[in-house]
């Protein structure tokens, strides 16, 4: 199953929902889940409050509708079932207020699957990945057992609608092409086995990394990745896809730059990443886990450098397809430049 | 003006609320400020919806109030000063629905004063802090004009009663004093003189750091900051402080290990990181900024450890003191000691 998360202007304005991409793809037309479902509830059940039930099996917030588990899972199946039954003979069915329930794909603009998740970690599990970069990146003996990782910032997720912005302090932007993982269920120190239970699904998350500015951050990436991270087109239930083997590609501008696979050489499975994570902490529902660059799939490796002005197309078979337009970013301030502190570098490292 | 988050046992469970800490200090009672704002309104004003009004100007989370700014200040600041002038003749003062006001200090577990913010930055911009370790930490050119910082874990955050976890994976715990920026104003691209407006206040907050396994993360710390972050005991405003004179201590069950100051040699004050932290980001109300270490106040510098047992108490003038228990930490799963992963190590780094 898939489901997105989408805005939509109405008269009372913009309201961010859930809903199902019901020919398919995120091309098509998307179902309001919550509406679908009250309507179903309404219409086919006994249910007596079928929009109170409707507002907590299928609430429009992701986060809302993952904690809700296999319950919300089930309930989303139905209406999905349901609609689509419908629209045999309706063109535009409305629901038990008079809501619209199925909206064209331009009437509504679609955000990441989990547009402000509580976490993003985002590792580095595939082998060639920055091999044939000018400085590779190598793989030491920790590597093939404690899986590396940074972590991102919530607050500048966008969807697959947004631009990315090309900040004035880096000369090298890399969009690096990722498998994301959603986290379905509160989970603290998991076995590998019980993290399986924990993944919802997955979705396209793109990296947009500055391939300079290192020795400024010595403790992590920060200003290099954090301006913004797509996410989308979907979230794909993990039973519906199998993460080992999703084809990938790269395309800039209709030019193929890059093609893969999630089956490449890698260190670890999905489930290894959500019970590593977990191991004293926890994770939550709608956390992100990145698997880091499938393969080859950044501009490290194939020596090509997204400019101000392209479109990049990223797709994941199964996943759905992002076109995302590179634009020039803020300058308002110029901090990471330097900012005149209050002491002086004595002139050497001490 | 000082705040504090706290838990209280009621008949309907535990509730979170905040709080003004009416007799100076952390160490006295505790007068709940929506429902003492709610009082004043009822008693002394002509406010026809007063729970409504101080639900919006005083709600029971931080964030909530911080998201208020001036209008949230003022309406705690006539609460607080209402609640004090009624404490003169009344002992166990009520709401307008029969709440209590005042708790003492025993009924009520301190929280974080932010319990969980929506991000966690931590930077290190003390000249001397790893300077006395046995390898140093050396500050470039860089680090004296973009302070370097990690993001950490903001699922983890404790309070100044919680125990702190010595996790099975290190044989070096070390727990960073730092000084605890809270930002008030959401803000994007600001100047550092913009910057001092979006600062709330300040708190102390404690940095576990495991001081091996270094190797395993490259890309910043994870499993070894991120099971744990103390702060507390409360949030002092920015008008009440000054970040640039705050004598500190650092006591183990009685002794003490180490007395510094926030007024030690350091690279930026507060309005440096906020702005530094907003270039192509967005604060956000609640967001926690770290200082890093203050002065040599961690056991690299200092050379004391502590142990499981242990008490630790840490104070800063005029924020207030917290004492934290070292436990010992979960060991339900291992993944840190290293996973079966898929890939063989090939003998060397490629």
């Known amino acids: 199953m898939k489901l997105v998360s989408f805005e939509i202007n109405t008269a009372l304005g913009q309201a961010r929902r859930i809903g199902v991409p019901i020919d398919g793809d995120e091309t098509g037309r998307i179902a309001d889940l919550t509406g679908c479902y009250a309507a179903y509830l309404a219409s086919e059940t006994d249910e007596p409050t079928p929009r109170q039930i409707a507002a907590v099996r299928c609430p429009p917030d992701m986060i809302g509708w993952l904690k809700g588990a296999h319950k919300s899972r089930a309930a989303a199946e139905e209406a999905a079932g349901w609609i689509s ?6 063109k535009d069915p409305t629901g038990i207020r008079g809501e619209r329930l199925v909206f064209p794909r331009d009437e509504v603009k679609l955000l990441a699957p989990v547009p402000r998740p509580g976490a993003l970690r985002d590792f580095s599990i595939f082998q060639t990945h920055m091999s044939n970069a000018d400085v590779p990146f190598k793989k030491t003996k920790h ?3 404690t899986p590396p990782y940074y972590k991102g910032n919530c607050d500048t997720i966008t969807g697959p609608e947004e631009p990315v912005p090309f900040p004035y302090y880096t000369e090298r932007l890399d969009l690096e092409l990722e498998l994301g993982i959603i986290v379905g269920k509160k989970g603290t120190n998991l076995t590998i086995d019980e993290a399986k239970d924990h993944i919802a699904g997955y979705t396209i998350l793109i990296d947009p990394s500055c391939r300079d500015g290192y020795k400024r951050e010595p403790f992590g990436p920060n200003k290099r990745k954090d301006f913004c991270t797509p996410m989308g087109p979907c979230l794909v239930t993990s039973d519906s896809i199998d993460e080992r083997n999703i084809a990938c590609r790269i395309e ?11 089956g490449e050489p890698r260190s670890f499975w999905a489930e290894h990443l959500v019970a590593y994570v977990s191991d004293n902490e926890t994770v939550f529902p709608g956390d992100i886990i990145g698997t880091g660059t499938i393969g080859l799939g950044c501009s490290m490796d194939i020596h090509k450098w997204p400019q101000v002005g392209q479109n990049m197309t990223f797709t994941m078979q199964g996943i759905g397809s992002m076109t995302l337009a590179i634009v020039k970013g803020d300058e308002r301030v110029r901090h990471v430049d330097g900012m005149s502190g209050l002491l002086e570098y004595p002139g050497e490292d001490i």
Chains 1, 2 share one sequence.
């Open 85 to 90: 039954e419908k629209l045999i003979t309706a």
């Open 252 to 262: 800039v501008d209709g030019e193929t730059w890059w093609e893969g696979n999630t």
């Open 143 to 145: 590597w093939y057992v």
